[in-house]
């Protein structure tokens, strides 16, 4: 058994590579070709060799009358948050998890499901936008792709 957070809440997992990085790199082929309509602001696994996401993006609500992002976890979301020793936003901000690109793509491999509701191939193998975390019930460690930031040194070859 294992407990899911949808980082969809917060919309604000962005996979967008830092610009100096980007300055640095050579210019590659675009990709943007082979992007359709439907895949247009999602990105593929080669754009990126890791993600990285702060757990607090899962706790995130939108404000209705404001339209801003407000930390807002719900009571049971709070008892987890306390089970790995997270008392308030700034610590859920530095919780971070990392994960191989390659195992976040959609296709059946890794048995995740595009969620665009237009997309109906299986394998499109473009990276969800809001990417979910499973964690392990007893234990509160995350479930494979994910690892904590702490151990992205296992996910480097």
């Known amino acids: 058994m294992s407990i899911v957070f ?5 919309n604000q997992l962005s996979l967008l590579p830092d610009k100096d990085l980007v300055d640095l790199c050579p210019l590659i082929e675009s990709y943007q070709v082979t992007k359709s309509h439907i895949h247009k602001d999602q990105y593929i696994e080669t754009d990126f060799d890791l993600v990285i996401t702060s757990f607090a993006n899962a706790f995130f609500q939108t404000n209705l009358e404001t339209g801003l992002f407000v930390w807002n976890p719900t009571p049971k ?5 306390s089970k790995i020793n997270i008392n308030n936003q700034e610590e859920a901000l530095l919780k971070m998890y990392v994960a191989r690109s390659k195992d976040l ?10 969620s665009r509701q237009k997309c109906h191939d299986n394998n499109c193998n473009f ?6 975390i499973f964690f392990d019930v007893n234990t509160a460690e995350p479930l494979q792709p994910w690892l904590p ?7 480097l070859d």
């Open 127 to 132: 990276i969800p936008n809001y990417p979910k």
């Open 77 to 81: 979301e709070q008892i987890f948050l």
């Open 149 to 155: 930031i702490e151990k992205i040194e296992d996910l």
């Open 105 to 114: 793509t959609a296709n059946q491999t890794n048995n995740i499901n595009c």
């Open 6 to 10: 949808d980082l969809e809440r917060a």
